[in-house]
Every structure is written in structure tokens, then in C-alpha cells.
């Protein structure tokens, strides 16, 4: 069994910087992609930023320039550095990993999610 563990989410004022990290435990062989997504009530869930092994990221157009996310592969725990953040970015945030649980079996696993509100 793989579990994921987000902590960080907080308020924070519009303009300001918010650190999450998301640490993955468990029997892992070893993870492809992590990644975080964010959720907002009476919507999807929406891809924010995903980064692969070895280290190439990807952001969601209205994130891009502002978001940083990265990963230390010996920790097996994924960062989302937030800045200059908006009152549109107030969401739940979710971690998800694609972990290798052995040789041949990967699996998709998400973490509990952590609360982010950004004031006016």
C-alpha cells in the first residue's frame, strides 16, 4: 500500500507565497510522474502542475510564471512552491503520484488534500 501526505495549505493574502509538499510512503519500487491538481466545489478537479522523474514540469496556463513545482526523488516527496498568488487559486489541492509498485505495476495514488485560500 502507497500513501500520500500533503501539508501546507493555509490562508494567505493575495500578492503572497505559500510552500505545499506532499511526501509518498509506503511499498514503492519506484514513481513516474507527480503531480498536483485542485478542486474547488462544483467543478472538476484541474491539472495545476506535473513534473516527471527526471525533473521536467509542466503548468497549467494560468499558474505558468507564478507556480513552481519539484520533486526530491530521495525523499519521494514533491513541492508546489506558490507565488504572487490570486483569490482565483483558493482550492483544495491535491497531490497524485504514479507509483511503481513493483517491476511491472504502476498505479495512480492521490492524497488526502489540503485546503488553500487565498484573501482579498
Known amino acids: 500500500q502507497v500513501q500520500l501526505v500533503e501539508s501546507g495549505g493555509v490562508l494567505v493574502q493575495t500578492g503572497g507565497s505559500l510552500r505545499l509538499s506532499c511526501a509518498a510512503s509506503?511499498?514503492?519500487?519506484?514513481?513516474?510522474?507527480m503531480g498536483w491538481y485542485r478542486q474547488t466545489p462544483g467543478k472538476q478537479r484541474e491539472l495545476v502542475a506535473t513534473?516527471?522523474?527526471?525533473?521536467?514540469?509542466n503548468y497549467t496556463d494560468s499558474v505558468r510564471g507564478r507556480f513552481t513545482i519539484s520533486r526530491d526523488n530521495a525523499k519521494n516527496t514533491v513541492y508546489l512552491q506558490m507565488n504572487s498568488m490570486k483569490p482565483e487559486d483558493t482550492a483544495v489541492y491535491y497531490c497524485?503520484?504514479?507509483?511503481?509498485?513493483?517491476?511491472?505495476?504502476?498505479?495512480?495514488?492521490w492524497g488526502q488534500g489540503t485546503q488553500v485560500t487565498v484573501s482579498s
Open positions: 513534473v516527471t522523474s527526471t525533473g521536467s514540469a
Open positions: 497524485n503520484a504514479a507509483v511503481r509498485t513493483t517491476y511491472y505495476y504502476t498505479s495512480q495514488y
Open positions: 509506503g511499498s514503492i519500487f519506484s514513481i513516474n510522474a
